[in-house]
């Protein structure tokens, strides 16, 4: 067990909105909630998924909804409705415990982001419980679904949901995630796109062998990679890069970005025009919540489950959508996938055809370093 420093929290944060393509929520937001239990007096306590004892129970707290700001006139519908004073995170959980008459031992997050790990966390400080060293997606993604708990056949009902005003929703008999998906969706666009929902409320040992371990260990070495290279001057692209077994696929400045919200996500493209060794390229970036898929003048070049990570080189700090600006010097960084996403069940789930590609996957990071020892090989 290993009790996390603010410094250490700091880290983590970054590590997750770097390794969140762009996705997991803000980060402003996340410091929010782990500033606030500090302040009340909370620990962060972070232990090995194999040292949660058996028959404890956690469950998986979680904000979902578009990243895109609503327009005046979609906020116009939601003026009348009272706002609660607790925050719908501990509005879901608290009905959580009411509802199934349990105490947690901790939580797991649903994935990696600069809130919405944040937000699991700040459950389990609250509750004076752990966080469990893991995670479902080793990155962020759009839908429920794109998950080892969906590639596991682990349900996530029952499911509680909460929003800004105080409204709580049960979700029982829920078949499986894909529908949980369309079910707490549809709530969350009603609710200003934004719902906070814990699920998979269950014993450790369901889902030990269900979750991506060491995910939380991994977003704070690569976010004190990242701090130490902003420290040291140097180019925080490479140090994320080399730190992260990937490589900069990509430099330039924004040339143009559109997004929109649909569905319940915010979709967008960002269109940087390469500079340096780019110069004359363009590199395309399609997102649903996150940075899906990249074209590299026009052409594939990397598809989830590949991580396609942004960073500002003007401020040093990871992007996040739809927070993109014109003229911004961009470095586009390459991770490789969780492994857990590239069996068949993972990329049925979140593979090049979740992007409308009808080509098999193929591992950038490893085309990237064959070609690399090639051309090496030929000099």
């Known amino acids: ?21 762009g996705g997991g929520g803000e980060l402003d937001e996340g410091f929010y909630y782990i500033d606030k239990a500090l302040a ?8 090995s998924v194999d040292d949660v004892p058996q028959g404890k129970k956690i469950c998986t707290p979680y904000m979902l909804g578009a990243l895109s700001p609503m327009t005046p006139e979609e906020e116009q519908q939601y003026t009348r409705l009272p706002k609660s004073s607790s925050s719908s995170i501990m509005t879901a959980f608290r009905r959580l415990e009411k509802y199934t008459g349990d105490e947690f031992y901790g939580t797991i997050c649903c994935e990696l982001g600069g809130s919405n790990t944040a937000i699991s966390f700040y459950v389990a400080a609250m509750a004076n419980g752990y966080i469990i060293d893991a995670d479902v997606a080793g990155r962020a993604v759009p839908e429920i679904t794109h998950s080892t708990y969906y590639f596991n056949n682990i349900p996530a009902a029952p499911i509680v949901t909460a929003n800004e005003f105080g409204e709580c929703f049960i979700c029982e008999n829920v078949i499986d995630d894909l529908r949980a998906e369309n079910v707490v969706r549809a709530l969350s666009m009603i609710s200003r796109n934004d719902i906070a929902a814990i699920d998979h409320a269950m014993p450790i040992e369901q889902v ?30 490479d140090a994320i890069a080399s730190h992260g077994g990937g490589y900069v696929a990509f430099r330039g400045s924004v040339a143009k970005y559109q997004f929109k919200t649909q569905d319940g996500f915010t979709l967008g493209d960002i269109f940087i025009d390469g500079t340096g060794q780019h110069l004359n390229d363009r590199y395309h970036i399609e997102v649903k919540n996150e940075n899906l898929v990249s074209r590299l003048n026009g052409v594939v070049d990397v598809t989830i489950p590949d991580l396609i990570c942004c960073l500002d080189m003007d401020s040093n700090c990871p992007i996040t959508n739809p927070n993109v600006s014109y003229g911004v010097n961009v470095a586009v960084i390459v ?14 789930a979140f593979g090049p055809a979740y992007v409308g590609i009808d080509a098999p996957y193929q591992a950038a990071v490893e085309r990237h370093f064959l070609q690399a020892t090639h051309f090496e090989n030929h000099d």
């Open 1 to 21: 067990m290993k009790t996390l420093t603010r410094v250490d929290l700091s880290d983590i944060l970054h590590g997750c909105a770097i390794l969140g393509t």
């Open 40 to 47: 009340e007096g909370k620990t962060f306590k972070l232990v």
């Open 208 to 237: 030990k062998d269900a979750v991506i371990k060491g995910t939380i260990s991994k977003s704070l070495e690569i976010g004190k990679a990242y701090r130490l290279a902003k420290e040291n001057n140097q180019d925080i692209a």
């Open 335 to 348: 991770l490789p996938a969780p492994k857990e996403f590239v069996t068949e069940k993972g990329l049925q």
